[in-house]
């Protein structure tokens, strides 16, 4: 396994991106879930969790350009 190797650009990175987002949301429902609980369903809850793991699995297998240098 080769790791990346200006590991500070990783958030540039599609993949580290939807990662975030998936925690800030699984954040979300941890602080929300009880407030919105009787206007949204558990399963609209889990297929939006589907939906972004999905994405995510994508966002692994699409090849990525290594970060641009900055312009000095």
Do not use: C, G
């Not at 925690?23 to 949204?40: C, M």
């Not at 990525?64 to 240098?69: F, K, L, R, V």
């Amino acid at each position: 396994m080769q790791l990346i190797k200006d590991w500070r650009h990783a958030y540039r990175l599609y993949s580290v991106q939807i990662s975030l987002a998936i925690v800030l949301v699984a954040f979300a429902q941890l602080e929300l879930l009880p407030l919105w609980q009787t206007q949204l369903s558990p399963t609209a809850y889990a297929t939006f969790n589907s939906a972004m793991a999905v994405l995510l699995f994508v966002a692994r297998l699409i090849k990525q350009s290594p970060p641009q240098q900055a312009l000095r």
